[in-house]
């Protein structure tokens, strides 16, 4: 541990962890939203309201196949030398893409090319080089020069708008290039239809329908131009197809005012312009003149909305006071930003929005949201919106993922869902604990009967793999279904924050039933190895058995038993128990933490990185099992990983996270381990204490109080836990309650250079002390 200790250090001493005065820059002067647009991240840099519709940011490859795509996830990477253009829509930080839809880019001079061209061909398209000296991006803002045509081209967006404002050389025929094939994670095939019209007030209006993530997407768009058109060409670039008003590939038509196809392309015409045109987009999943009537329900500018957007950033940001030096600053303010754009509204003004049936429906009392990546946020991203957020927002959520059931096809929950449409990815039923924690921490203004009823239906009757087999066996059978270790610890913790909340609701046969099932992880416990493994149907363990491999369709979902053994964040003194005790769970999470790779290659697993031994951080199964040396009566051992973890996954610089940020949980792990507590478990409305890294933090929280974090004497050298109070009285455990945050207070941390080996090490100074599984 010396050497752990020795690079602990090494680490502080880069983020410069002294007493420092109050930073002088503002919460939205310190967001750096490059961070994670390099490496592994998948963030974009451009302009979004906080949880805005619209994620306006440009495109530098959307090109690319499928299999070659993934470090182009969010369109824009940072080591890439060309920009294609700008389009509207972003996942930030997702492991796998679809969006960027209604791609534009300036153009100008008489010849105007409408393909993108190759990003290894200067000039052979629209596409143009760019400088990272000319770029500016701040939340709500970005900016870059676009070198080849020497165009300077500004996004700002609101929450169902984005806005282009472009400055292009004097006296030069402007144009702008609006596309509709583009899109990211692109293939021949994936857009089903796409149309454009101009309408006689010389708005420009269309959709698409693109079958990729999500099977049959629709969107629609709205854009009013600042300058009117002084000419346009609508074109189809498909061959030999034809459509409205003309046929075949290519033509030039200056007296087409509509057309669809599958490969559509616009160029618009400005002339030579006195001033920078803008122009204003709106989107809906409803239809046409619903984008207009959002484009309408914003007015204003550029200037005007960038302002709107900067105010609503202000407010949001204030949710934290931090101070601490200046690269720390930076990562939480922006890892606070980076948990503040999804899920995002996804409902019209006038509250309609498209469901997963494909039907339009009316949100009656609540704002729809959609983009949920429920399996990485239901850790740390919705736990910490239930702290940053009010209440109404928070219900929006639960009521939008209600509202999902109740429409879809299969009568379940989301697992991940966006643009109101389900993709089926990764595995449990997480928005079952998202529901149960928001409840459980007092979030009104949904129906907890009704809700109870959605998180038993999908967890019943859903068509998850091997849910059926889960019910009859108590586990899931690797010889019937594929990843069935990780399955049945998912399924046993989600059963557990259902019986949670029926138990708060008053329903004793439902939380007894739902305590059992949460208790089947047992079933796939192997007492001889110590791991987590997959069983068969006949109750053996499969064989051969390595703990280290990790493959897509194997035992585990992205990650391996070193991982997978720690995910019972409900009933860690079971396992405990199970492995011989506190010692040997110390033993064995430091066996995970010193693995020597050496041997093994991961490159064939694309989500696999950040890799400490055989922790993981830059996946999510890891992402609790620092805290759970807190569980063995060792929390110093906790504040030493957190150390070592925040010091090697994590830096203020493009590639910034390690692991893809997965729709704000790689930074709400960041932002919660700042403060010094973390939700292990939530539904259990704790939160394990780790160490702080900023000097001073308050969470002023949605009901008007304040809970203050004070470290005192953090320094470099100074990075272990010598005393805590709260509210002035000592606290001799190693965990809060929310219902202790929310009550506002002062959590103070004294901070020393060597362990406290007598603070919370009794038994009933930990979290989760017994088991809460019957």
Known sequence: MLALARRATLALAAFGLAASPLAAQT??????????????????????????????????????????????????????????????????????SDLGDFLVMPAV???????????????????????????????????????????????????????????????????????????????????????????????????????????????????????????HAFLNREENIPYKGFQGPGRDRDDVAQLQGRALVARLDFGALPAPLELKVALSSVDEDAALANLDSEPGDFDAIRAQTRTAWDQALAALDIDAPAPMRTMLYTGLYH????????????????????????????????????????????????????????????????????????????????????????????????????????????????????????????????????????FVPIDKEPEAASKTVEYAYDDWTIARMARALGKPEVAAAFEKRAGYWRNSFDAKSGF?????????????????????????????????????????????????????AVRKLDAMFEFDNSKLDYSHAEDIAGLIGQYIHGNEPSHHVAYLYAFAGQPWRTQERLGQIVESQYKAAPDGLSGNDDLGQMSAWLVFTGLGFYPVAPGSNQYVIGRPFANRAALNLPNGKRFTVIAENLSDANRYIGRVTLNGKPLPRSYITHEEITAGGELRFTMQATPNKSWATSRAARPFSESTVR
């Open 27 to 96: 919460a939205y002067d310190s967001v750096d939203p490059f961070i994670g647009t390099g490496g592994e991240g998948h963030t974009f840099p451009g302009a979004v309201a906080p949880f805005g519709m619209v994620q306006l940011s440009p495109d530098t490859d959307t090109g690319c196949q499928i299999r070659d795509c993934y470090g182009h996830a969010a369109g824009y990477r940072h080591d890439d030398p060309t920009i294609q253009g700008f389009s509207h829509t972003h996942f930030s930080g997702a492991g796998h």
């Open 109 to 231: 001079g008489d010849t105007v090319p409408l393909e993108p061209g190759d990003p290894a061909k200067p000039g052979s398209g629209y596409r143009s080089h760019f400088d990272h000296a000319t770029e500016t991006a701040r939340p709500g803002y970005y900016a870059v020069t676009l070198a080849d045509p020497n165009i300077r081209a500004e996004m700002t967006a609101g929450t169902r708008v984005g806005v282009h404002r472009y400055a292009f050389p004097a006296g030069a025929p402007a144009h702008l290039i609006l596309d509709l094939r583009s899109g990211l994670y692109n293939y021949p095939g994936k857009t089903l239809w796409s149309s454009i019209r101009l309408r006689p007030d010389g708005a420009i209006t269309g959709a698409r329908e693109t079958r990729g993530w999500a099977p049959a997407r629709k969107l629609y768009f709205a854009i009013r131009p600042s300058a009117p058109l002084t000419g």
């Open 339 to 474: 948990a503040l754009m999804a899920p995002s509204v996804f409902s019209d003004a006038d509250g309609r929005y498209r469901g997963p049936d494909d039907q339009v429906h009316q949100a009656r009392g609540f704002t729809f949201h959609s983009t949920y990546s429920l399996w990485d946020t239901f850790r740390a991203e919705h736990p910490l919106l239930l702290l940053v957020q009010p209440e109404r927002r928070n219900a929006d959520f639960v009521n939008s993922l209600l509202a999902s059931q109740e429409h879809s096809p299969f009568g379940i929950l989301p697992v991940w869902q966006f643009h109101g449409r389900e993709t089926w990815t990764m595995i449990g039923y997480h928005a079952v604990p998202v529901i149960a924690d928001a409840y459980l921490k007092g979030v009104r203004g949904f129906d907890g009967t009704r809700a109870l009823d959605a998180m038993v239906r999908s967890a019943t009757y859903g068509p998850y793999g091997g849910l059926d087999w889960y019910q009859k066996l108590g």
């Open 532 to 584: 987590l493994r997959a069983r068969k149907a006949d109750g053996s363990f499969r064989t051969p058995f390595d703990p280290t491999a990790i493959n897509y369709g194997s035992d585990y979902t992205e990650g391996n038993a070193w991982q997978y053994s720690w995910f019972v964040p409900h009933d860690q003194a079971t396992m405990f128990r199970l492995l011989g005790g506190d010692a040997a």
